[in-house]
């Protein structure tokens, strides 16, 4: 089997619901960074807003602030590509003007009108992430008749939406957004059914790192810095049902528990 590309995260935020306030400077962020590309990290993810449950906005001109010196500098320093993780499509802009390659996309561009056609326009690749609600009420209390169906549907209607604006259909991979607006119930069925989504032929980005689905499952991991052994079994299960790409905390780790498992599927 050929492994999924690992994404390693760069919070540039205060509130992020595990690393928050680790990274503030550009420096560290920075360094931070190329530690994950010397880990294995095949991209980075860089954000500036946190969308945790509960999260507060950030308005556009402290997200460019944030990221635009971090994605500079890191393009300076590496060739690889970098993510920006924005909703804004004028945050969008900066980031891919700085050296981005990629909007990922919570909102799956619909937070703003003209986020598709700005999409197009950028020519980045651009993912589309599952959401029900918006990050500060998203778990209240998010109900689904069949949440695999439905997260599958509506995505394809987001990358059609992405398409008719004029964004390739190549440039596309999808996300089901791992604990964003869903119970632990949900998340793990779009984990145990994530060939539902891959087998639309839409690459798929898959996130679960150090989220709180794992303490529904271990009730003791109430820290997300112990939830390593959970996030290691969400990326390989994501792996083994057809994820292009893993987003993650501890890059080091699952790299390695992905190249073991290759090496077992190739005996």
């Keep these: 089997m050929v492994g999924p590309r690992v994404m390693g995260i760069v919070n540039v935020t205060p509130d992020s619901f595990s690393d928050g306030g680790r990274l ?3 420096e560290a962020a920075v360094a931070h960074g190329l530690r994950l590309v010397d880990q294995g990290a095949d991209l980075l993810d860089v954000g500036g807003e946190s969308t945790r449950p509960g999260a507060e906005p950030v308005s556009e001109a402290e997200e460019i602030a944030r990221v635009v010196p971090v994605i500079a500098r890191l393009r300076a320093a590496w060739n690889g590509q970098i993510s ?3 909703m804004k499509p004028p945050v969008a802009r900066a980031a891919v003007a700085a ?11 619909t937070f703003s009108p003209d986020a598709p056609a700005v999409a197009a326009q950028l020519g980045c690749d651009v993912v589309l992430m599952h959401m029900k609600g918006e990050p500060r009420t998203m778990q209240a209390d998010p109900l689904y008749d069949d949440v695999v169906a439905e997260v599958r549907d509506w995505l394809l209607d987001r ?3 992405a398409m008719t604006a004029g964004v390739a259909r ?9 604990g964003f607006g869903k119970t632990a119930a949900h998340n ?8 539902a989504l891959t087998a639309t032929g839409f690459p798929v980005l898959y996130g679960a790192s150090r989220k709180r689905t794992i303490q529904s499952v271990d009730p003791t ?3 997300p ?9 969400l990326a390989l299960e994501a792996a083994r049902r057809g994820a292009e790409i893993v987003r993650v905390h501890d890059v080091r780790e699952t790299v390695q528990a992905l190249a073991v498992q290759a090496a077992l599927a190739r005996r």
Excluded: F, K, Y
């Design 24 to 26: 503030s400077s550009v």
């Design 84 to 86: 920006i993780d924005t």
């Design 99 to 109: 050296g981005a390659t990629m909007w990922n996309d919570v909102t799956a561009l």
């Design 159 to 161: 990358a059609e939406a």
């Design 170 to 178: 190549e440039r596309i991979r999808l996300d089901p957004g791992i």
């Design 188 to 195: 793990l069925a779009l984990t145990a059914r994530l060939d």
């Design 221 to 223: 991991a109430t820290d």
């Design 225 to 233: 810095g112990d939830r390593l052994g959970g996030s290691l079994a």
